[in-house]
């Protein structure tokens, strides 16, 4: 192997990780998935339906269902925030944003051209 040759660690150095902040709270509602809905279970049976497991166990699915709705609205608000960055970069380089557009649009738009 030949050392002008291009490799991974010669193209590009790595450096740190820049979704780190995603990682963190991948692992912060992993473990408030797995652990508010066992405290409520636990925690209600006793003190708030004086030993009805069926209520406990209600509440319990109803906080499971309340952290997976709050993750995937925090996964979105995440992804929302790149959005505009994104379309500032562009106009910055003197382009404008892309459209996405299907192949029938494309060609109304070739046959309004001619």
């Known amino acids: 192997m030949a050392s002008d040759q291009l490799t991974p660690s010669k193209a590009a150095p790595r450096g740190p990780d820049p979704a780190v902040g995603v990682y ?3 692992a912060f509602f992993s473990v408030a998935l797995f652990a508010a809905p066992l405290s409520a279970f636990y925690l ?10 069926t209520y406990a166990g209600g509440l319990a ?3 499971a269902n309340v952290v ?4 995937i609205v925090a996964a979105f608000l995440e992804d929302q925030g790149d959005a505009p960055a994104a379309a500032t970069a562009s106009a910055a380089a003197g382009g404008q944003p892309r459209r996405l557009e299907t192949k029938a649009a494309a060609a109304a738009e070739t046959k309004k051209e001619q």
């Open 24 to 26: 963190y709270k991948l």
């Open 44 to 53: 209600s049976r006793e003190r708030l339906f004086e030993g009805n497991v």
């Open 61 to 63: 699915a109803l906080v």
């Open 68 to 71: 997976l709705v709050a993750y």
